[in-house]
Structures are given as C-alpha cells and as structure tokens.
C-alpha cells in the first residue's frame, strides 16, 4: 500500500520521509517496499520510461518510473534537479552495472524545490572555481568528491582523539579570548572586551603549559587565530589545531607520539575511507615510524651544496623548504634550531633549541619541542626576546607552585587534511575558510 505523504505531522503521527539510505539497499530488500529521500542528481527519460538518479549522504539511488503510471512520471519529469524529494516504491534487481538494485516507483513527492539557476553545478559537470564553491558550499557538498574530503576529515579528528586518549591524554578546552599574548602581539587579532584590550587566541600554549602542573597530559583540538596576510595554498586567518603537553615528557618522548599518531590516523582513513580515496583518486601510504631526523644545520647544509642562498641563523623561508622538501620527501623531522628562530618557552641546551619541526616535504606540519619549567629562566628567556615579563604575570606565578618538566607541540590539522587527501589548496579541506580576504559565508 502507498504511503501518502502529506505533512511532516499528520493524524497519524510522524510521516516517515526514509525507511532506508541509499547505502542499506541492496539485494536482500528485493521484493520490499521502501521509501528513499535525498536530491534529484540526474533525470534520463527513455521512451516509456524513465530513470532517476537520487543522491543522499551516503550515496545513490537509480529509480524507474514507468510511462503508464502517468501522474507521478510526469511529475517527475518536472522536477528540477538538486530538489529534495521522498520517493516511495519496489525494490527489484537492476539491469544497469553501476547498481546492483533499483527502486520501481509507486508514489513521488517532492519535499523541496531547487530554484534555477543554481550557483555551481554540484555534480563538478560544468567546472567553477574555488571561490565560487566556497561562496556555496553547503550546495558544493553535494558534489561527491567535495564531501569525499569531509568524510575523511571526519575518520581524522576520530582517530586523532582516540590515539591520544589511548596515550593517557585528557582533553580539555582554553580559552579562545585571552589577555595576554603567547608569542608577542603582532600577529594576534584584538578585540574590545568591555574596555579593555583583548586578543583571539593563536595557541593554547600557556595554558597547556600550566595545566601539566595537576592534569600531566592535556590534548585539545580547537580553532585559533593569526592575523597574518599570507594569501598562499597553506596558510588561513582562522585554522584547526591539535595540540598536547605532557609533564615529565622530553623531546623525544613528544616526537614519538606524534609519529604514532600520524601514522595510526592514516592507517585508520585506508581502512575506513577506501570509497572516499577512491573518488579522490588519491594514493596514501602508511609512515613507518620513526621518521628521519634532520638537524637544522644537516639541513642549511643541504640547501648550500645544491646552490641555495642561505646562511646559517637565518629561518628556512618557504622557497628554502620547497627546494628541501624535494629532496626529502615524505615525513620528516627538523630538530636543533637556533633559538632566536623559536619562541620564548622553548627550552636552549648547548647554544641550541630542545625544538622540532615536523614536515611532509615542503609543508610544516607541527612545532614542538622541551619548554622551560624554571621561573627564572624563562624570565631571562623573554628578556632575551624583548619581552615584558610583567605582561605574563598570570603565567610565570603558576611556576611557583611546583611546575613539573614538560614537552608538547602543536600540529596543524588543516595541512594534515591535504596530505590525506591530496589536495594542494587549504581551502578544499575547511568548510568554511577564513583568509585575510574571506569573511563569509
């Protein structure tokens, strides 16, 4: 018997819009009735029938109307494309290779009509550029190798929490409103806050330090701020961060996570994401840990054999990693960095940083390194750089109360998303990006 959909409440009750996704159909419904919702993608009329490919989250629908039953095919025909439709009929075997089962239609409705002309072609038929899709993304997801990515994001941020807490972390929140700035103010935005000056946050730095005082391991992934004008593929004005702090962890001991965690997160998207990999036609290989380590001197060593115009205490500059990453490619760590190049908590042993980089090629992926658990030396450390201390009043008291030794990094999930997914702009991997010239949607 058809259901007749009418409104979403009725006498009865919920109507119900979906028994199945395009997902769960398969041979072993042939014979029921269902009813499917999603967008009409494709109409092909052929003589007295016609075919219908309706997309949902999870995937495809092919229907087959036929010609006799006159009221819905027309009604069918009608409907724009990219309009949410429930359809209510058979489940029977398809003819088509690309599916397994069809639904032959016995009741169509349409819930939400798709107004024409849209802004881009979601299907990716007629190109747009990436400032158009990103104008209308929630249209440009439907586009499957859009939502491939988002889907991978997801399988991402799962594992990346679950590898974490599985290490002994916690997780935890900081404020993203802050008074004081981590790293000196010059690439912070600032804000009224009820009179007094404030800043977004470009780091949980402080905090994550101060709460290895009770909580010993902390993780957060969150978003932050950098008011730089980098208008390049990589960098964004508000961006994702995974960040930990681990007392009585050293360098090394941080390194080690952090491989273990990029290596077990790619591992889970090959297990879980070989449709979307597949769609992205993008081949990902598993790290195998430990990374190769690269002193900073091993690599201003490297850029001068080769011809590159660089001097040692000079920052590897985006042309300088783009040549090194050429020559190391894959997953790699630069370690021992001059101190000048690194902010004011890293700690200095020997004339040189406790601090690494971790990159993939010429992308900086993560920074990290052993902080400085001595009131006193961090005090001289920020008097070294310019820095006030009485500006981080807040901070240097809580290392009076038994600051334990601490190590931790920060690492850039955005960048990472276009590793796993091979994309080349960092846009193509947030939903809603936000650079020095993009404030909506």
């Not at 979403?8 to 199945?20: A, C, E, N, Q, V």
């Not at 050293?250 to 994401?273: K, Q, W």
Request: aromatic share 8%; net charge neutral.
């Amino acid at each position: 018997m058809c259901v007749e959909y009418k409104e979403p409440f009725d006498k009865g009750g919920l109507i119900s819009l979906r028994t199945h996704t395009a997902s769960q159909l398969s041979e072993d419904q042939i014979g029921q009735s269902v009813r499917v919702a999603g967008w009409i993608e494709d109409i092909r009329p052929l003589g007295s029938l016609a075919f219908v490919t309706v997309r949902d989250a999870s995937g495809i629908v092919q229907l087959l109307l036929r010609k006799d039953n006159a009221k819905v095919y027309e009604e069918v025909l009608k409907t724009p494309r990219q309009s949410i439709v429930s359809v209510y009929g058979i489940v029977q075997k398809s003819r088509a290779k690309p599916v397994n089962v069809e639904v032959e239609v016995r009741d169509f409705r349409v819930i939400s009509y798709a107004t024409h002309p849209l802004p881009i072609d979601p299907t990716g038929r007629t190109p747009a550029s990436l400032d158009l899709r990103v104008s209308s993304r929630a249209l440009d997801l439907r586009n499957p190798s859009v939502a491939a990515v988002f889907k991978i994001r997801h399988t991402a941020l799962q594992s990346i929490r679950s590898i974490l807490v599985n290490e002994g972390f916690l997780e935890v929140q900081t404020p993203k409103i802050i008074g004081q700035a981590a790293e000196g103010g010059a690439t912070l935005f600032t804000l009224d806050y009820f009179g007094r000056q404030a800043y977004l946050a470009q780091s949980p730095q402080l905090y994550k330090e101060q709460l290895t005082l009770a909580l010993e391991k902390v993780f957060e992934i969150s978003s932050f701020f950098r008011a730089e004008k980098s208008n390049t593929r990589r960098h964004l004005s508000e961006f994702v961060s995974v960040d930990i702090e681990a007392a009585y962890y050293d360098m090394e001991l941080v390194m080690g996570v952090c491989e273990r965690m990029v290596a077990r997160c790619i591992e889970d998207v090959l297990e879980r994401n070989k449709v979307e990999l597949s769609i992205l036609k993008h081949t990902l290989e598993k790290p195998n840990p430990p990374f190769p380590r690269l002193t900073y001197r091993d690599a201003i060593r490297d850029l001068q054999k080769i011809g590159f115009k660089i001097e040692e205490g000079e920052d590897l500059t985006d042309s300088a990693l783009k040549v090194l990453g050429e020559a190391h490619k894959g997953f790699y760590f630069i370690t021992e960095w001059p101190p000048e190049l690194k902010p004011f908590y890293i700690d200095v042993e020997d004339g040189c940083s406790k601090s690494f980089d971790l990159q993939y090629g010429a992308l900086e992926l993560a920074s990290g390194g052993r902080r400085i658990s001595n009131r006193q030396k961090l005090e001289a450390r920020m008097v070294d750089l310019g820095l006030d201390p009485s500006s981080f009043s807040d901070h240097l008291k809580v290392f009076n109360w038994g600051m334990p030794p601490h190590s931790g990094w920060g690492f850039g999930l955005d960048r990472f998303m276009m590793v796993l997914t091979g994309r080349e702009n960092i846009r193509e991997v947030v939903l809603y990006p936000r650079d020095s010239v993009t404030l909506t949607p």
